[in-house]
């Protein structure tokens, strides 16, 4: 019974990590994706102000000149490249990813301690053998995936490297 306890603890502790990390993927991903979107709406605010100032629209002229000021060509250029940037480590970072398999991990946790809940509360002796098969049952679709999701890793790595091997000929 103390072992189920402990499995049980340690599960209710990869649950809370898990919902956390799929929390924080989320956000993440969300933040940089809008941070990227309003990044190029600013550009594009900015370019036809530009154009608007070319034409001379009397209405442009005291905010171009404003802008002229900061530089047309630097905001134009400069806050594409941010976003850019940010959308490449929003790629990178593949965080709506990591969110969607902290989701994953925590319903295949959860199940597993609805499983063990009815061993916890009933008062009959537990056999090992028992428990050790509730937890058997589910982390082996749980592992399958975790061992998938590292030899995607892996393997994304290495394509990786050897792309970099091939543009440093």
């Known amino acids: 019974r103390v072992c189920l306890r402990e499995v049980a603890t340690t599960v209710d502790g990869q649950i809370a990590f898990h919902s956390r990390s ?9 933040r940089l994706h809008t ?4 990044l190029f709406v600013f550009t594009a605010i900015i ?5 608007l100032a070319m034409w001379r ?3 442009v002229l005291p905010l171009a000149q404003v802008l002229k000021t900061f530089g047309f060509t630097f905001l134009c250029a400069f806050l594409p490249a941010v976003g850019a940037a940010l959308a490449g480590i929003n790629h990178q970072g593949e965080f709506a990813r990591t969110a969607r398999r902290s989701n994953a991990m ?4 959860t199940q597993i301690r609805e499983r063990l809940e009815p061993l916890l509360q ?10 050790a ?17 590292i030899v995607v890793a892996r393997s994304s790595v290495a394509v990786e490297g050897r792309l970099a091997m091939v543009s440093r000929r």
Request: one cysteine or more; charged letters at 15%.
């Open 57 to 59: 629209v009397p209405f």
């Open 133 to 149: 098969a509730v937890v058997r049952e589910r982390m082996s679709g749980v592992i399958r995936r975790s061992m998938a999701a």
């Open 22 to 30: 799929a929390e924080t993927g989320r956000r993440l991903h969300h």
């Open 35 to 38: 941070l990227c979107f309003w």
């Open 47 to 51: 370019a036809v102000i530009h154009l």
């Open 106 to 109: 925590v319903e295949q946790l």
């Open 122 to 131: 009933s008062g009959a002796n537990v056999q090992s053998a028992q428990a």
